[in-house]
């Protein structure tokens, strides 16, 4: 397979589930860019309408405040499935619930594509591969995961929700995509949901402490959203036989404390960095490998850790600001 078989998007009624969320709202404002009509499911959870107060008003998008947990009917060509919370405070709060929306979540959406024939896609995660052994981690990689820790709710829900990708396409010929999709960031990220970009930036702006949470030597690799959008688009519109999983990040990698001095530095903020304790299964290292996804996908990050956190520091000083004037 190369890059030359990729398809160009054409316009079709897409269905987004979790599309008032950080990820989710970027994609579907791209969708309606490429000419689609959009359907936003979501059941407000983590997302918010402010994320996607400016879409409202276009007549090709709807909002549906649906659970997912629940079965729905609408006839739509293409599902991205991106409910879910996704940070480790969000998913940790009710973690049977994430579990649910992982496990019959996925039976809906991946039922509803059946019925209708559409081709579904479903953003799996980094976290499939827990604490990996194997640096960088390519697809072919299973994982080392605890099943029955805190980060479990997550981790295993998401790992479910694969198999289940791939029992539906083996089983009943559903057009399946999945893809892994590494630590992403970006604006409308979520300011308190204790990520580690958005906390360490809220942190900087306010002049507050920059909490770092062991010694700081773990690792992350960080993907602009705008960057991962564009993966995400390309892998649904890629030949229905590239099914994947295909890992999306950028493979640049970053300690942890570099990022806080990359933060304080761009924000010239007087925070000093604390440390504290390092939460259970937090993975020593992250870094995708994305041989894969450029050779099949023609993919490639492109903006730098540098550009993507310019732009996410202008976000949460306007957010920061309407807070503060209100
Ligand atoms: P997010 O929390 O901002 O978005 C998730 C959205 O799903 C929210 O709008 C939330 O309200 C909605 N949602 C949650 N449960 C739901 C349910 N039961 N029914 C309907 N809607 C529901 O998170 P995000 O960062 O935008 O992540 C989007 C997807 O990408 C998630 O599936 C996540 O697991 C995956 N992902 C994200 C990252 C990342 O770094 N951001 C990394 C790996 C995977
Ligand atoms: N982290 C940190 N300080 C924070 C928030 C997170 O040091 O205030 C660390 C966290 O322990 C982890 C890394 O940053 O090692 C990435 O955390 P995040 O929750 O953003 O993503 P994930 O662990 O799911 O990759």
Known sequence: MNTRNVQIPQTKTVLVTGGAGFIGSHLCEQLLNQGNEVICMDN??????????HLLKDPHFELIRHDIVHPIFVEVDQIYNLACPASPIHYQYNPVKTIKTNVMGSVNMLGLAKRVKAKILQASTSEIYGNPEIHPQPESYWGNVNPIGLRSCYDEGKRCAETLFFDYHRQNQVKIKVVRIFNTYGP??????????SNFIVQALKGRDI???????QTRSFCYVDDMVKGIIAMMNAPDDFIGPVNLGNPVEFTIMELAQKIIELTQSRSKIIH?????????RRRPEITLARECLGWNPTVSLEQGLRKTIEYFEAVLSRSVGQ
């Open 44 to 53: 407000l959870f983590t997302g918010t309408k402010e994320n996607i107060r």
């Open 188 to 197: 409308r990220m979520h300011p308190n949901d204790g990520r580690v970009v």
């Open 211 to 217: 909490t770092i949470y062991g010694d700081g030597n």
């Open 276 to 284: 504290k304790p390092l939460p259970e299964d937090d993975p020593e």
